[in-house]
């Protein structure tokens, strides 16, 4: 079989875009699990939800990170289809699907794009309410008591007893 360098230019698939989307899909893929990491490790020092940097600017990038991972992985498998071709006997004119019009390709875009939308919806409403309680809680100077009446179900046990009666078990 021979090189991309010995056919014939308007035969030449679009290396570039594979190439580079290939790289930007494992590229995500691994900030993603370095993320993963810096969380986990923030969290075993407690420091999960106090790291400005981690809550700010990582994980908002990181809500839309599998869109785009999704998407460039997309690109790859469209694009990176044309080598496939018959050398000689198919060009890649001739392999696209004659049924499938743009406006078809369009409105499954759209539809991807809405159901994400959709469905990161309820997760950002979620992660921004959990998100405003958290800083809540570490911008709070003291937390208020709230004065509960403590009875144990240990029948023997000194909370079930009249104040008065604890005099001479102290």
């Known amino acids: 079989m021979p090189g991309l360098n010995e056919v014939a230019v308007e035969e030449q698939p679009p290396v570039a875009i594979v190439f580079w989307s290939f790289r930007i899909m494992v590229g995500i893929g691994v900030l993603m699990i370095l993320f993963a990491l810096a969380g986990l490790v923030l969290r075993a020092g407690g420091r999960l939800y106090k790291t400005r940097w981690y809550l700010q600017g990582g994980m908002r990038f990181m809500s839309i990170a599998p869109f785009f991972a999704v998407l460039t992985g ?35 875009l759209i539809g991807y794009i809405v159901v994400y939308a959709w469905c990161s ?50």
Request: positive net charge; contains cysteine; proline residues 8%.
């Open 121 to 170: 919806v309820p997760a950002c409403i979620t992660s921004c309410g959990c998100f405003t309680l958290v800083l809540k809680m570490l911008t709070m100077k003291s937390m208020p008591l709230i004065a509960l009446p403590v009875r144990s179900l240990r029948p023997m046990c000194r909370s079930r007893l009249n104040p008065a009666h604890t005099a001479f078990i102290r």
């Open 74 to 108: 997309w690109f790859v498998t469209e694009v990176g289809r044309a080598p496939w071709l018959v050398y000689g006997m198919m060009t890649q004119a001739e392999s696209v699907t004659p049924s499938l019009t743009g406006g078809m390709a369009l409105f499954t």
